[in-house]
């Protein structure tokens, strides 16, 4: 408990001498200080990735980097629709390793999975936290990379206290064009809506809309 008592006068003033408020005044400075570093914060996003253009076969590692308080964890998407991880003996290895047999077992939307479950197995995502810090390292990595792994890939950072505005880079490999299906969408009668098509293959030279079956 800090002094709050103010006193009227001082008998004298030695050399040197520091009165009560100044210390009041030094401790409180210095608690701010400590809890600004400590203040809640939406994670933000440190370093991302650019969009990417490779041939197959070859090895391709999308990168972010976000800090905030509490630490965030970082989520990854392709084409719109999350991509699920399950840990791995968090505890000895802090990778989080992403095969088509995890996502099998992992119970979540069937629709993610789904998606996912369309990529090839050997995509690991890997995510630890430096060490005396919040900063959050995710990666991405897809090993012998191939036309159908294309697409729009995104990483997102979040925890207790909200999200990271969501980045978004194209991810494009050499290879034939691919349609993927597109999911519903709903709206209200006069809303504004922004539809896009998933697609992977590279390069594209054009892509035909049509509605209804």
Partial sequence: MFNTHVHACYAAVF?????????DQQQQHQL??????????????????????????????????ATGHTTPQISWSRDGVKISVIEKSPSSN?????????LSASGTNSDT???????????????????????????????QVQPDDGGLYGCEASNTYGSSVDHRRRLNVFGKPIARP????????????SITCPHAGYPIDSITWHKGE
Wanted: net charge negative.
């Fill in 182 to 193: 597109m999911s519903d969408v709903k709206a209200f009668a006069s809303q504004t809506v």
């Fill in 113 to 143: 999975t789904r998606d996912y479950l369309k990529l090839r197995s050997g995509i690991i995502v890997s995510s630890y936290v430096l060490p005396l810090s919040h900063i959050v390292v995710s990666s991405l990595n897809i090993s």
């Fill in 15 to 23: 050399p040197g001498y520091l009165s009560p408020n100044h210390y």
């Fill in 94 to 102: 802090p990778s989080l390793g992403v095969t088509s047999s995890d």
């Fill in 32 to 65: 701010s200080s400590v809890s600004s570093s400590l203040i809640a914060s939406v994670p933000t996003l440190m370093e991302v990735f650019d969009e990417v253009m490779s041939e197959t076969g070859r090895f391709v590692s999308l990168k972010c980097v």
